[in-house]
């Protein structure tokens, strides 16, 4: 059992990878220096670290984003392209446990996109968890879902803190 979890939003330019991410935070938000607060509700919460731009756009090296205390939990948007692939055996090779929500088809396309990468089936090889999601419909259901699985991952390793009202 891992104590690292990749939570993963893959999807082509456009797609609502951000929406996602600012919406699981009631907030706009980028990659930060250091590991921030995700809440689950008023008083319970998880830290994360957030990637928010894709490495593969912004053409960086992981470690060149990851503080250097390796987090339990990386929120990461990841680019559907060749170079993808590198972005999760990164993770894989650190021993991350993989979440990946993939929003097919993307906000901005009109239709669904042909995993011309095998994608699916490396990440199922991997023993990743794998969700394809409409990034053109209200992000609503799909945040739930990703806010519902860090909570029971968390919770499970006992990572969940409390903040108690005065």
Not at 44 to 53: A, E, N, T, Y
Not at 148 to 158: E, M, T, V
């Amino acid at each position: 059992m891992s104590d690292r979890l990749l939570v993963a939003i893959i999807g082509s330019s456009d797609s609502g990878k951000s929406t996602t991410w600012n919406r699981l935070f009631d907030a706009k938000v980028n990659t930060g220096e250091y590991p921030r607060r995700l809440y689950f509700n008023g008083a319970q919460w998880v830290d994360v670290f957030l990637i928010s731009g894709s490495p593969e756009e912004r053409e960086i090296e992981f470690g060149d984003f990851l503080p250097d205390k390796v987090p339990h939990i990386v929120l990461c948007s990841a680019q559907y392209r060749d170079d993808v692939i590198e972005t999760f055996d990164y993770f894989f090779s650190k021993g991350y446990e993989v979440f990946v929500q993939w929003l097919n088809p993307g906000h901005a396309d009109s239709s669904t996109c042909e995993d011309r990468l095998n994608l699916r089936n490396y990440l199922l090889d991997k023993g990743a968890t794998i969700q394809v999601r409409d990034g053109r419909a209200d992000p609503v259901s799909r945040v739930k879902e990703i806010r519902q699985f860090i909570l029971g991952w968390a919770k499970y390793r006992d990572l969940i803190g409390t903040d108690f009202p005065d």
